[in-house]
């Protein structure tokens, strides 16, 4: 009977051992990656929605490359739910080094509506915040990395008498 309590307990010990190895290699030394918009290209529109493709200029600033095997993203403007797109682009960010991904990217007509109301109490700050969210699915023992970026769209005619 007390074998088998101790080999219970032994087996426990090393399955806790190896959890938390695991979490523990996952994590260190690890800088979240840096996502940031590089372009936006129309798409062709169906029905009242708008299409674009989003580029996204992803940097690595870590000593391993990462492997991407997919990509999602939403993009709130002003507080509100404004576009979302998936991509099943794959690729390589390079240790140390940045790659462009291209994401389609939908907007709603209820959402475009939203936002011209939200645009029009905007004009004379000329700022709109916005927060892109993002996931990088890469397949190994988390299965993604997360991103957010974060910051104001200036309007270019902000202040403008029009």
């Known amino acids: 009977m007390d074998s088998v309590r101790a080999l219970r307990f032994i087996r426990f010990i090393l399955v806790v051992f190896v959890i938390a190895a695991l979490g523990g290699c996952a994590g260190f030394g ?3 990656l840096r996502v ?3 372009g936006i290209d129309p798409l062709d529109s169906q029905g009242m929605e708008m299409r674009f493709n989003l580029k996204l200029r992803i940097q690595n600033p870590n000593d391993t490359p990462i492997d991407y095997n997919g990509i999602s993203l939403e993009l709130d403007l002003n507080g509100k739910s ?3 797109g998936v991509s099943n682009e794959s690729g390589t960010v390079p240790r140390y080094g940045e790659a462009l991904v291209s994401v389609p990217v939908t ?3 209820l959402a475009a509506v939203h936002q011209v109301f939200a645009f029009a109490d905007r004009l004379q700050s000329g700022q709109i915040p916005y927060i892109l969210r993002g996931r990088l699915s ?3 023992l988390t299965g993604s990395t997360r991103f957010i970026d974060q910051g104001s769209l200036s309007l270019p ?5 029009l």
């Open 36 to 38: 940031s918009v590089a």
């Open 157 to 161: 005619f902000a202040g403008a008498d």
């Open 138 to 140: 890469t397949g190994g």
């Open 107 to 109: 907007i709603p007509a």
């Open 30 to 32: 690890h800088d979240p």
């Open 82 to 84: 404004f576009a979302s």
